[in-house]
């Protein structure tokens, strides 16, 4: 007899096993998905959530929504799409990009589209990981979290908020039926607010920006690729922007060179004064997420869009009150507010040894082996997650290292056996050599706050403070040295 999900959930039953349980189907957990298959592995699955592969680009569909660095460099390298419309390529094409992978590569037989975790704990016993999930119980040898860390949007506190009459809405959950020639009000001016508000500008009656700090805004250069345009070269793009590094060193030429860059930018393209003043920065380029607009600053500029330079403290009916003490009188609330990012919500779903969850380990902030192994957490590898992402190039940079190393460690459990778990000395040394090298950096000396950095510990937890091609180098391919006992290797270190 096949037993029912509730004989599974009351222990009458054993709960499907799988060697490898991927959590999140965006870039990472398709790619490594991927990988998996060419490799040869077929036991594994891919937990999703949503009703569709894709991540962030699935979920961020508002109006300009695009990719902020060159399209060339937003594939896997495995992989390469040849035939991006655009310099910079917008979201739905990105969207289409991990759908044609996750199809062309076979994914299919082992997504679990509609899936969310709601618990994982590691077993003594079993040396396995015990999954709960909103379609029932499984086990797993490994497990992998591939969540990203733009997918869990931020609201801010708002006195009033929930009593506002329009409509009111994340700019990552974006009302798709919302119709033009409406009073629209956007909270924030990070990358998305960016991106949005001059597309928000061609529709809207009228736009009032909410600023709390503004953001150094680069030129960008978008176009599109004539059809038969060679795209660039992707080795070549990846060595140029991992020159841009430099510029995230504070006092550095580089970084004086960029700052001079974004400056020339805003007074050519914001000729008055006063205005240019409120659009001014007061820490230095990098220090929070830079972004790359040739429309936000003439946006800002048209006669019914408004620029407030000040935080909403509260909402009363339909009017949106600034800490200036304007007041405006809106239809619909945007909130370009960003993502909770530094303290991940899954973090509090998985417990390792001794039932001590990753959000209790990471209470001084988000730490690592290689920023992919967890000390106290066997055979579990986080891809995207502490210092992972890049402040000078493309995430999958990363991401792919980071497979490389998950592919390589599931051949070591093959031959070795395990449980895998990284030793607590080898995290020690890692995260002290990301602290001290983070020291001289914009993200920490900038002068700013920003997502990059852990609120309650001060530390960079977001970003690897080096070069992309470093990181491949030194985590690109799996070492067993760092999960023997007080083991610290790893590898050769440049700066």
């Not at 917008?90 to 289409?96: C, K, L, M, V, Y």
């Amino acid at each position: 007899m096949i037993p029912t999900s509730d004989d599974v959930r009351a222990g009458r039953a054993p709960a499907e096993h799988v060697d490898v349980a991927v959590v999140g189907a965006g870039l990472a957990g398709v790619g490594l998905g991927a990988r998996l298959r060419r490799a040869g592995r077929t036991g594994f699955a891919l937990l999703e959530r949503a009703d569709d592969v894709g991540g962030t680009w699935r979920d961020n569909v508002y109006p300009g929504v695009a990719c902020d660095i060159p399209s060339a460099l937003y594939s896997y390298s495995f992989l390469p799409q040849p035939a991006w419309s655009r310099v910079f390529a917008p979201g739905a094409e990105i969207h289409e990009y991990v759908r044609d992978v996750a199809r062309s590569e076979g994914l299919a037989p082992h997504l679990r589209l509609g899936t969310e975790l709601t618990g994982a704990r590691w077993s003594e016993d079993e040396a396995a990981w015990r999954l709960t999930t909103t379609r029932g119980p499984l086990t797993a040898r490994v497990l992998v979290t591939a969540v990203g860390r733009l997918s869990e949007p931020r609201v801010p506190e708002i006195a009033g908020l929930g009593t506002f009459p329009g409509r009111v809405f994340h700019s990552a959950r974006w009302d798709r039926d919302l119709p033009d020639g409406l009073r629209v009000g956007v909270v924030g001016t990070g990358a998305s607010a960016v991106q949005l508000v001059p597309e928000l500008a061609r529709r809207a009656a009228s736009v009032v920006v909410l600023q709390r700090t503004p953001p150094w805004v680069l030129p960008r250069g978008d176009r599109a690729y004539a059809p038969d345009e060679p795209r660039p070269d992707r080795a070549e793009l990846s060595e140029e922007a991992d020159r841009l590094f430099d510029a995230r060193m504070a006092g550095t030429t580089a970084e004086a060179a960029l700052r001079e860059r974004a400056e020339t930018h805003l007074r050519a393209q914001v000729p008055d004064p006063a205005l240019r003043a409120l659009l001014t920065p007061d820490y230095a380029v990098g220090c929070k997420r830079a972004l790359f607009s040739d429309d936000w600053y003439p946006a800002l500029q048209q006669p019914h869009v408004t620029l407030e330079p000040s935080a909403p403290v509260a909402v009363e009916g339909s009017t949106l009150v600034a800490a200036s003490g304007a007041r405006y009188e809106v239809d619909v609330l945007v909130l370009a507010t960003g993502f909770e990012t530094t303290r991940p919500p899954f973090a509090h779903l998985v417990a390792g040894r001794g039932g001590r969850t990753l959000a209790e380990h990471w209470a001084g902030g988000m730490t690592s082996h290689g920023s992919t192994a967890v000390h106290g957490f066997p055979n579990l590898f986080v891809l995207d997650g502490p210092n992972a992402g890049l402040g000078h190039h493309s995430a999958l940079e990363v991401i792919e290292a980071q497979i490389g190393y998950v592919l390589g460690a599931l051949d070591h459990l093959d031959t070795a056996g395990g449980p895998l778990e990284v030793s607590a000395a080898a995290e020690a040394a890692y995260t002290r050599e990301v602290d001290e090298r983070a020291t001289g950096t914009v993200w920490l000396r900038g002068g700013c706050r920003s997502w990059y950095v852990d609120e309650r510990s001060g530390r960079l937890t977001l970003l690897w403070p080096g070069r992309a091609a470093e990181y491949r180098e030194r985590f690109g391919v799996f070492d067993p040295v760092p999960f023997a006992p007080d083991g610290v290797a790893v590898g050769p270190q440049r700066r």
